[in-house]
Nanobody, 115 residues
Framework: QARLVESGGGLVQPGGSLRLSCRADESIFASERAWYRQVPGKEREVVASISMFGVTNYADSVKGRFTISVDDAKETLFLQMNSLKPEDTATYYC??????????WGQGTQVTVSS
């Protein structure tokens, strides 16, 4: 089964930017790709998603600040995060839902927004 490898997390000051990447180590025929985030004690929530047709959706809390994109040739999903706020601090996970309804999760990458 394919693995998803995430990178790009880290510590950033409020107002700063980060770009998360999620690369699949083998090809996945995906119906949807998404980024989720989770903070301790809370449920994992969807941040942004992109369908196989390129339709994107965003959580209200990140609209206008985050952008999800995919490079199909490189089997890589991205999340560009701008104007970061302390409340964006979380562990971010990429998720891929295959055409065959298989679910793949990345290992998670920590994003901390703090001065």
């Amino acid at each position: 089964q394919a693995r998803l490898v995430e990178s790009g997390g880290g510590l950033v000051q409020p107002g700063g930017s980060l770009r998360l990447s999620c690369r699949a180590d083998e090809s996945i025929f995906a119906s949807e790709r998404a980024w989720y985030r989770q903070v301790p004690g809370k449920e994992r929530e969807v941040v942004a998603s992109i369908s196989m047709f390129g339709v994107t959706n965003y959580a209200d809390s990140v609209k206008g600040r985050f952008t999800i994109s995919v490079d199909d040739a490189k089997e890589t999903l991205f999340l560009q995060m701008n104007s970061l706020k302390p409340e964006d601090t979380a562990t971010y996970y990429c998720h891929v839902l295959s055409i065959g309804q298989l679910k793949y999760w990345g290992q998670g990458t920590q994003v901390t927004v703090s001065s």
